[in-house]
Structure formats: C-alpha cells, structure tokens
C-alpha cells in the first residue's frame, strides 16, 4: 500500500484526517448504542491507524508501517466476521441490535 506523494500535501494532513476519523470513531462508540454502528466505528478507528501507519512508513521510506497494516487488515476481517456472527446470534434470541438490551440475555 504505497501512499502517493501529491505535492501541496505534507505528513501533517494525514496526520490530522487519521487523528479526525479516530476521534469519529471513538464518539461513535461512545455514544452510539447499535452493535452493527459500533462494529463500524471500531473498524473506522482500525482504518484510522492503518492511514498513520502508512504514512508514517512513506514519510520514513521504511516498509515495516505497511506491514503492520496488512496485520491490522487481517485482524479487522476476523473481527468482523466474529463480531457480525455473535451480532446474527443475539438478534436471534433479543430480536434487537442495542447493546443495552444484552444484559438482560441468560448465557
């Protein structure tokens, strides 16, 4: 994942729109009470860190930020894939999405 170098555009503006969709991320998962929107601001603040992780590895001219990323892809799958089949498990027995309501499950 190569980061193009588009001139008028510094490490700093990847650094505040990371910085930007990270603090979106964490006000959603913080007020939002939707397991499916919470799923989605987790995997916005994994993509958060995948885009300082990259540009930190093109600033630096050292791969090992890109390697890091194809880790944390690879851990956002597999979250999302166990998230969304224990999401599709307690829909079945609730019938609704809020994370309120799943304390009131037996386990």
Request: glycine share 4%; with cysteine.
């Amino acid at each position: 994942m190569q980061l193009l170098l588009i001139p008028g555009i510094t490490q700093e503006h990847y650094l505040w729109l990371s910085a930007i969709l990270f603090s979106i991320g964490v006000t959603g998962v913080l007020i939002r009470r939707n397991a499916i929107i919470l799923l989605m601001c987790i995997e916005l603040m994994l993509n958060a860190v995948n885009l300082l992780f990259a540009a930190f590895s093109t600033y630096l001219s050292d791969s090992n930020g890109q390697i890091f990323v194809f880790f944390i892809m690879v851990v956002a799958a597999a979250e999302a894939a166990v998230g969304l089949a224990i999401l599709i498990l307690t829909y079945r027995n609730s019938r609704t999405t809020e994370v309120t309501y799943w304390d009131k499950l037996k386990w």
